[in-house]
């Protein structure tokens, strides 16, 4: 419940503040967020697992978002930022699809 | 002592049933902190799961008569092999949190049910439904409060990946159409977007050269329309056909006598013409112009068919002092008619009007030769 909490929470700051992204914070925002969600569904589906912990989730969170945005700022200075932000959203897009058909599972059990 | 069945069954249970609900974490394994290491299986829960389903029905019903005493020999073998991988795979179980796609690597765990089957068979059918109910309820339970310490950095998280979202998708949507569009995509649009103003600057330059042309074309035709009208105008006013308006002079002609004839007259007009008389009417009623023929009347003096009769008021326009010396010089149209007996009188004005027009002549045989 916290939990869903601090998501409306966030969803309405986002809102209500409606802050500019700095242009040198705005190749990585998207990454940071895709390689969050990644995560999130991850905890979630370790949470139907009954594997979920807290700790594993906010390391496995922040070194997503920080790896990904590493990665995506070493391409850009390595003159490749395009396609490595591809390649990490791939990946990352493969392991939520992989999270969330597990979670499939567990919820309909088909 | 059910206590202890409980574990026993759930252990056994696991790798055959995979469902991580069936067990108890503080119960079965003191020895692993982390709840998640208890259940090496569920990281291989995609692949087994539909097996253990599919198996559990028809191995429930002939074993389910004696639960306790037959799993328990089997079960400490079991036991002591899922101690031993639970430490290797409880890293597994971990880094299924963390990452996904290695579900595929705990191959040995997949593995484990085939060694074991024979052993939990009983007990998954008996642990089964206690186990099944179970777990229906646990994906509810995302939804339901179950308030804990653990919950708040996670729903920090959630904020944050929440406020991130709906920054990104924020900016996204400001930063117009082509902020997501791919570089080929963009590179093509410069493209058609380069051809199409070319096309449209050519076009430009196409439509302003016509533009010119036009008006040049229309200056031409105003000016020409113009000097057709002012002709008409000017031919117009020697024609007679239009009344005409300016400054000039008025003759009044006073003959008693009847002595001022036809040929008198003319002299009179000739004089007014020599002096640059530009329009010359005769009583109001007679408009002298080019072709104008003067002859005398048994009445007067027929002009142009009209007949006019002392006293003779003509009204010529043109610049009034010159007209008025071409009437009044010494040996001119002044002593010719007092020598015939009359006077002659002369007004320069300002305005003089000339409203009659002269007698309309269509040219019959002259045609206009080139």
Known sequence: MIAILGLIIGVAAGLIIEPEVPDSMEPYLPIAVVAALDATFGALRAYLDDIFDDKVFVVSFLSN?????????????LGVGAQLSTGVVVVLGIRIFSNVAAIRRHIFHA | MPEQTEPRKADAVEPESTEPESVEPESVEPESVEPESVEPESAAADGTESDAEADEPSEAEPDSVDPGTTVAEPEEAALAEDESEAKDESEVAEATEDDATETEKPAPVAAEPTESEPRPEVAAATVEPEARPAARPKAMQVLTPK???????????????????VVQGRTVSDSGDFAGARRGDLIQLLDSLDATRDRAETQLRDLQSKKRELQN???????????????????AILSGTVGATGPGIEIRIDDPAN??????????????????????????????????????????ISVDGAVVSPPFVIDVIGHPHTLSE????????????????GSVDVNERNTVNVTSLAVRREPQYAQPAD
């Open chain 1, 65 to 77: 978002v920080i790896i990904a945005a590493l990665i995506v700022y070493l391409g850009d200075k």
């Open chain 2, 147 to 165: 308030p804990g310490r653990a919950q708040i950095p996670v729903a920090i998280l959630l904020g944050v990946l929440a406020f991130g979202v």
């Open chain 2, 217 to 235: 074309s229309s200056t031409r035709t105003q000016v020409a329309l113009q000097d057709a009208r002012d002709e008409a105008n000017t031919l």
């Open chain 2, 259 to 300: 002595q001022v004839g036809a040929s008198t007259l003319l002299n009179v007009i000739e004089e007014l013409r020599d002096a640059g008389a530009e329009a010359i009417e005769i009583n109001n009623t007679a408009r002298v112009v080019a072709q104008t023929y003067l002859a005398d009347d048994t009445d007067g």
């Open chain 2, 326 to 341: 071409a009437v009044e010089f010494p040996g001119g149209v002044t002593e010719i008619v007092e020598s015939l007996g």
